[in-house]
């Protein structure tokens, strides 16, 4: 039996495209999760591997949702070989338990978490850099302006959360955070 295995890394990613290429080749259940691939303990990608039986094959689109790095790639399809499980990797092939095949899937393995290495590597360069800018934030820059919240918060003086967020659209939650972050910047002034 094929079985197939999609994975995002965020909430905010579609699982779309990889469940229609593992249903094009053929696969009879296919495991899905939205879950970040640097964790360990990816709950669906554990429970594919229990059901595999010998003679299955397990079916992932890409080799960057199937491990997330070279050795954990290279020991799960060996424990996968030793039971008799056969692996397929749509963007590179059938991985075969011979010699040859290990060779490559290892060597592929390598680049891809090379490749993983490099962009961490670049993300944090252009980090390094921004951060040395004077008007650095980290995080997210926020939706809505400091004279909106003041506005905001001046409405409340007259009227409820809900009637401020139906005005001005923002959120209750975040009308309670700024004004408690305004609140707490007086007081550190005093």
Excluded: W
Excluded at 35 to 57: H, M
Excluded at 162 to 177: D, F, P, S, W, Y
């Amino acid at each position: 039996m094929k079985y197939g295995y999609a994975r995002v890394s965020t909430l905010t990613q579609d699982l779309k495209i990889q469940v229609q290429h593992l249903q094009a080749e053929g696969c009879e259940s296919i495991y899905k999760e939205k879950f970040t691939g640097t964790k360990t303990d990816r709950p669906e990608f554990n429970k594919v591997l229990n059901v595999l039986q010998e003679g299955d094959t397990l079916v992932v689109t890409k080799l960057d949702r199937f491990a997330r790095s070279a050795v954990e790639g290279i020991q799960t399809v060996k424990t996968l070989f030793e039971r008799g499980v056969k692996v397929h990797i749509l963007n590179i092939g059938l991985v075969e338990n011979t010699p040859t095949g290990r060779l490559i899937f290892n060597i592929l393995s390598s680049f891809a978490e090379f490749e993983r290495d490099m962009i961490v590597e670049r993300t944090q360069e252009g980090k390094a850099i921004a951060k040395q800018r004077p008007d650095f934030k980290e995080g997210r820059p926020r939706k809505h302006t400091k004279q909106q919240i003041i506005h905001a918060i001046e409405l409340l003086k007259t009227h409820t959360y809900k009637e401020v967020e139906a005005m001005t659209g923002i959120k209750k939650r975040t009308l309670i955070n700024r004004k408690d972050e305004l609140e707490a910047k007086q007081f550190e002034t005093l």
